[in-house]
């Protein structure tokens, strides 16, 4: 029970809870515990977001699919994965999670969390500041400014479209296809981009733009 308590615990819709109300939830709630091996689909995008997913140890890969560009980007445990997926109007994963490496997490099912978890109030408040934050965050990356040179527009659009500032980032799309979604030419991104590379900040190859570390970038401009 204590190692289950301890490891549980660290999940941010039971921060707070004390351990009388978490061995109720024991009681009520089957936690699945599962592990995958690296190349495994945990969640796949557009699928219909029916369980809450805990990432306990390990890494994934996050693809994200759109019109003019797929986007990878790394995310490791602890991590709760799109909780705000698992209700609303489209009530689907906004990405793929596909597993790196030999990885651990576990599933609740979603009538689970509505009709036993959300019995706490402490439960409701940390879900409320998650799903709050999550939109706070969305808001602030519409204010930010979108920039005045090719580079600048090119680190706002990242800042926009990335999950987190901080990791590995790979980007399949055409040079085209980010010029017209900055309003630039393809000979500015191509210059612009060329220029990172020779910094080491960027790796590309044809259709293939990878970033080993977004938060090289300065986005200081961001700020202002």
């Known amino acids: 029970m204590n190692s289950t308590y301890d490891l549980l615990r660290l999940m941010p819709l039971l921060q707070g809870i004390s351990f009388e109300d978490f061995t109720r939830i024991l009681e009520k709630c089957p936690f699945d515990f599962r592990k995958v ?24 890969s996050v693809t994200t699919e759109r019109e003019k560009f797929t986007m990878e980007e790394q995310v490791s445990g602890p991590l709760l994965i799109e909780p705000y997926s698992l209700m609303g109007y489209s009530g689907s994963y906004v990405s793929t999670y596909r597993a790196e490496e030999a990885s651990s997490f576990f599933a609740l ?19 409320l500041n998650i799903l709050s934050r999550r939109a706070q965050v969305l808001g602030e990356k519409l204010l930010c400014p979108v920039g005045h040179t090719t580079e600048e527009k090119i680190k706002s659009w990242l800042y926009r479209v990335c999950n987190t500032l901080e990791g ?34 960027v790796q590309t190859s044809r259709r293939r733009l990878e970033i080993p570390a977004l938060e090289e970038l300065d986005y200081r401009f961001l700020k202002k």
């Open 37 to 60: 091996e690296a190349g495994e689909v945990v969640a796949r995008q557009g699928d219909t977001c029916q369980e809450l997913l805990y990432l306990i140890k390990g890494t994934f």
């Open 168 to 201: 590995r980032k790979v980007f399949y799309m055409r040079m085209e296809d980010l010029g017209a979604l900055i309003s630039e030419t393809r000979l500015s991104i191509s210059r612009t981009l060329n220029g990172w590379r020779i910094a080491g900040l």
């Open 109 to 127: 099912r979603k009538g689970e969390v509505l009709d036993h978890l959300c019995d706490y109030p402490i439960v409701r408040m940390n879900l």
